[in-house]
């Protein structure tokens, strides 16, 4: 079993910058593991956001953040953070951190994930 509790967001003027974090716990290792970042706005379907490899650090985007989010880990700390820079009112969302515990490959699916942050609200305003 996987705890992941997630800090960071907030309310932030658009080009602005927040920073996410999220702390796994349970596991000594996530070396298996993709750690991963959705949101979801409100009547919006949960979307993907980024995705990281623990085991290699492969990252992987989706299209709307490309060129303005990063995703990180340290592996010490058991900790995937989501930097996002010139944030847009569109970024505007609650912000979830994931795992998937036996990934085939990087999954833009929350179907895949099988633990999940307890959100986190990002608003940016314009």
């Known amino acids: 079993q996987v705890q992941l509790v997630q800090s960071g967001g907030g309310l932030v003027q658009a080009g602005g910058s927040l920073r996410l974090s999220c702390a796994a716990s349970g596991r000594s290792s996530l070396s298996t593991y993709i750690m991963g970042w959705f949101r979801q706005a409100p009547g919006k379907e949960r979307e993907f956001v980024s995705a990281i490899r623990w085991s290699d650090s492969a990252t992987y985007y989706g299209d709307s953040v490309k060129g303005r989010f990063t995703i990180a880990k340290d592996n010490a700390l058991n900790t995937v953070y989501l930097q996002m820079n010139s944030l847009k009112p569109e970024d505007t969302a609650v912000y979830y951190c994931?795992?998937?515990?036996?990934?085939?490959?990087?999954?833009?699916?929350?179907?895949?994930?099988?633990?999940w942050g307890q959100g986190t609200q990002v608003t940016v305003s314009s």
């Open positions: 994931a795992a998937d515990s036996s990934p085939s490959i990087i999954s833009r699916r929350s179907r895949n994930y099988d633990y």
